[in-house]
């Protein structure tokens, strides 16, 4: 049997879990896929965070960037929190927060929105899935506001993470979530925050 990579994982699970279960019924019709890394306009997004646009029916469009956790690397062994890459040490790169906080600080392109679902056990549903208003959430901890409580290695040591428990993030950073139902509607005039 061949192992799935973690691209390949992740983009199975935005396609058979995510979508049908979460962005089509927030968002009807409303989502621009971008999954060909190849393109250009993927490759100048993941700069900003961005690994799905949102149409927003009166033109605009907005960013959001998304991360998937099984149940067994995140909530069987009591972590609900978010992370976001730190280092990459096999290839000397400074991965997400870099690029986050150099966006915020310079104008760069930033995902509005980050998408984080910590699926259940089977794999064919999410267990918890929040999705925060990201640029929100990084002036917060750019600012000293919200800070990670504790810097993780990956279990195959390709990369660190900073993680934040969900629980400390504060209510004015979270658009939607699963068991809370935080915003109930789904119109996209719901979704560009303050």
């Given at each position: 049997?061949?192992?799935?990579d973690?691209?390949?994982?992740?983009?199975?699970?935005?396609?058979e879990?995510?979508?049908?279960?979460?962005?089509?019924?927030?968002w009807?019709?409303?989502?621009?896929?971008l999954?060909?890394?190849?393109s250009?306009?993927?490759r100048t997004?993941?700069i900003?965070g961005a690994d799905?646009?949102?149409?927003?029916?009166n033109?605009?469009?907005?960013?959001?960037?998304?991360r998937?956790?099984?149940?067994?690397?995140?909530?069987?062994?009591?972590?609900?929190?978010?992370t976001?890459?730190?280092?990459?040490?096999?290839?000397n790169?400074k991965?997400?927060?870099?690029?986050?906080?150099?966006?915020?600080?310079t104008?760069?392109?930033?995902?509005a929105?980050?998408?984080?679902?910590?699926?259940?056990?089977?794999?064919?549903?999410?267990k918890?899935?929040?999705i925060?208003?990201?640029r929100?959430?990084?002036?917060?901890?750019?600012?000293g506001?919200?800070?990670?409580?504790?810097?993780k290695?990956?279990?195959?040591?390709?990369?660190?993470?900073y993680?934040?428990?969900?629980?400390?993030?504060?209510l004015d950073?979270?658009?939607w979530?699963?068991?809370?139902?935080?915003?109930k509607?789904s119109?996209?005039?719901?979704?560009?925050?303050?």
């Amino acid at each position: 049997m061949i192992r799935e990579d973690d691209v390949g994982w992740a983009i199975r699970i935005q396609n058979e879990v995510a979508m049908p279960q979460i962005y089509e019924k927030l968002w009807p019709n409303l989502v621009i896929h971008l999954d060909d890394e190849s393109s250009e306009l993927k490759r100048t997004l993941d700069i900003a965070g961005a690994d799905k646009l949102i149409k927003d029916p009166n033109g605009g469009v907005f960013f959001l960037g998304q991360r998937f956790r099984t149940y067994e690397s995140s909530l069987a062994k009591g972590y609900d929190d978010f992370t976001l890459r730190n280092y990459r040490p096999r290839t000397n790169y400074k991965a997400e927060c870099f690029k986050v906080i150099d966006a915020l600080k310079t104008g760069k392109l930033l995902a509005a929105y980050y998408a984080y679902g910590h699926l259940h056990s089977n794999q064919k549903q999410f267990k918890k899935f929040r999705i925060i208003y990201f640029r929100k959430f990084v002036e917060k901890w750019d600012a000293g506001v919200l800070n990670p409580y504790q810097k993780k290695d990956n279990h195959d040591g390709s990369s660190d993470f900073y993680a934040w428990r969900f629980k400390d993030i504060p209510l004015d950073c979270i658009y939607w979530s699963l068991k809370k139902q935080y915003k109930k509607s789904s119109k996209l005039t719901d979704f560009g925050g303050s």
